[in-house]
């Protein structure tokens, strides 16, 4: 999956609005002709890495700020999906699965989950997320009302201040667990 443009185009949007410029002024500052950039907000083109690289730079934002989309909801990528930005100058691709909000702890785990009793989860604190990508196995993640099956490489995300489950369905089931608390 290439990166969605109209992602590109709010986000853009967004962070200029934010920043109170121009799009000449945008343009300019990251070296872009304003045409360009004014497709690209309008959700037009296929922007390079480096196109968007410069843009942040010219905004003062982190790169994945750029491509995020508020969510308060579970989501789901696999393996092979997800927002791909290409390099034009390197074999080099990178899929951005989520971002950090600023302030916000952040703890990884590695989980090796065997089947059995599944493991229920009760809230976490308010505004607490998990990300959980699959390295091997599957199992049951998510939502306790509504829990996805995962295989090797497939990404979820889902609000931790909700009861959830991960229920390995194959022995020798791991994965890494990313814990977020505003």
């Known amino acids: 999956m290439t990166l969605p ?4 185009a709010k986000g853009l949007h967004r962070e200029r609005q934010k920043a109170g410029i121009s799009l ?5 500052r990251a070296g872009i002709a304003k045409s360009t ?18 843009l942040c730079v010219a905004l003062d934002i982190p790169f994945a700020q750029l491509m ?12 092979g999906e997800g927002v791909s930005i290409h390099s034009e100058i390197a074999h080099y691709r990178a899929v951005l699965l989520a971002t950090c909000a ?19 989860s009760k809230p976490h604190p308010i505004g607490s997320v998990e990300h959980i990508i699959m390295m091997q196995g599957s199992a049951r993640v998510g939502l306790i009302e509504d829990p996805v099956e995962l295989k090797a490489g497939d990404y ?21 667990l990313v814990s977020e608390q505003n």
Do not use: M
Request: proline share 5%; charged share 25%.
């Open 5 to 8: 443009i109209e992602i590109v």
């Open 24 to 28: 000449a002024e945008l343009a300019r």
């Open 37 to 54: 950039l004014s497709q690209l907000e309008s959700g037009q083109g296929n922007p390079s890495l480096e196109t968007l690289w410069a």
């Open 68 to 79: 995020e989309e508020s969510s308060s909801k579970t989501q789901v990528i696999r393996f």
């Open 102 to 120: 600023p302030g916000s702890r952040r703890d990884l785990y590695i989980l090796t989950v065997e089947p059995g009793e599944a493991r229920c």
């Open 156 to 176: 979820i995300c889902y609000p931790a201040d909700q009861e959830h489950i991960f229920d390995a369905l194959e022995s020798g089931t791991r994965a890494i």
